[in-house]
Structure formats: structure tokens, C-alpha cells
């Protein structure tokens, strides 16, 4: 990674603090989703949903996401399954909330 990829990836972890948003590589177009918010205090820390094409998905928290959120640890707090990734997209906005909604839309 060049430095410009580096600092162009921190400043995207930055504008996104405090706020759902998906990974640009993990977006569920035809594979998984990732979207996570970053804590305002630190952005390589936060709380991540992983949803599988398979329907299953997890919630949880993560860090030491620098330069960005692919290298960050993840622990999961909370796991289910629906029988579809869409299912399980609907069932984690009811649980979320508006917020987590609107993430999904923004980056969609």
C-alpha cells in the first residue's frame, strides 16, 4: 500500500465515525456485507454487523482497524441465522434501528 492508499483509507475510516457504513468491498452486492461505526473518540474502534449471503449474521465490536476496517479484529457479541440475507437484513434494521437503515441506503 502507498502512502496516498494509506491516508486516502484513514481519512475515509475518519468521515465516518459515529455512523453506519458499508465496507466498499464487503457491500452485499452478490457476496457479503460489512458495515460497522466507528467510535468519535478513536476510528480503528467500533461495533460491526456481518451479514452472509447464506442468511446467517453476527453482531459485535472491532478494532485496530488502521488503515482501514479490513485489518481490524473482530469479536462477535451476538450471532443468529435467517433463512435469507434479506431476512436477516430486515430482522438486524428492526433489532438496530432507523440509524443502521440509514447506512444501508447512504452507501447503497
Known amino acids: 500500500m502507498t502512502k496516498e ?8 475510516m475518519k468521515s465516518n465515525v459515529g455512523k453506519w457504513t ?3 468491498i464487503h457491500n452485499g452486492v452478490d457476496r457479503d456485507l460489512l ?10 474502534k ?4 456481518s451479514v ?6 453476527s453482531v459485535g465490536r472491532y478494532w485496530g482497524a488502521c488503515p482501514h476496517i479490513g485489518e481490524a ?3 462477535d457479541k451476538s450471532k443468529g441465522k435467517a433463512d435469507t440475507m434479506s431476512l436477516a437484513i430486515e430482522h438486524l434494521v428492526n433489532c438496530i434501528g432507523l440509524s443502521f437503515l440509514k447506512g444501508l441506503v447512504r452507501c447503497a
Open 73 to 75: 479484529i473482530f469479536e
Open 5 to 12: 492508499e494509506f491516508n486516502s483509507w484513514a481519512m475515509f
Open 52 to 57: 452472509y449471503t447464506d442468511g446467517s449474521w
Open 35 to 44: 458495515c460497522f461505526a466507528g467510535r468519535p473518540d478513536d476510528s480503528t
Open 46 to 49: 467500533g461495533i460491526f454487523v
Open 22 to 24: 458499508v465496507d466498499p
